[in-house]
């Protein structure tokens, strides 16, 4: 599967952005989705996964309650609904799909990734 991440850009502390993730074929509905993150000078860390209907859903502790992940299998497409950003939540922000619901957290579990979308937060 291929994945093309987009709606990264620059907003102001407190403002919200929309990610969104298609991915290409016909078994999306099959795969967990997750998104994750990387800060410069930083590790890539886990923001958020979805399982293949949305049945279950993991967020990281520090997006909890600010970013909300969904998915439409119609449409090939997961999103992050970003809102309340913080200065700490720029980084380059990447969708990845996994085949199982084994430990979304984990980035090695997912075996494609998308390119990336840049997201920037002034204060």
């Known amino acids: 599967v291929q994945l093309q991440a987009s709606g990264g850009g620059l907003v102001q502390a407190g403002g919200s952005l929309r990610l969104s993730c298609t991915a290409s074929g016909r078994t999306f509905s099959s795969y967990v989705m997750g998104w994750f993150r990387q800060a410069p000078g930083k590790e890539r860390e886990f923001v958020a996964a979805?399982?293949?209907?949305?049945?279950?859903?993991r967020y990281a502790d520090s997006v909890k309650g600010r970013f909300t992940i969904s998915r439409d299998n119609a449409k090939n497409t997961v999103y992050l609904q970003m809102n309340s950003l913080k200065p700490e939540d720029a980084a380059v922000y990447y969708c990845?799909?996994?085949?199982?619901?084994?430990?979304?957290?984990?980035?090695?579990?997912?075996?494609?990734w998308g390119q990336g979308t840049l997201v920037t937060v002034s204060s």
């Open positions: 979805i399982s293949w209907n949305g049945g279950n859903i």
């Open positions: 990845a799909a996994a085949i199982h619901w084994r430990a979304p957290v984990v980035g090695s579990e997912y075996g494609y």
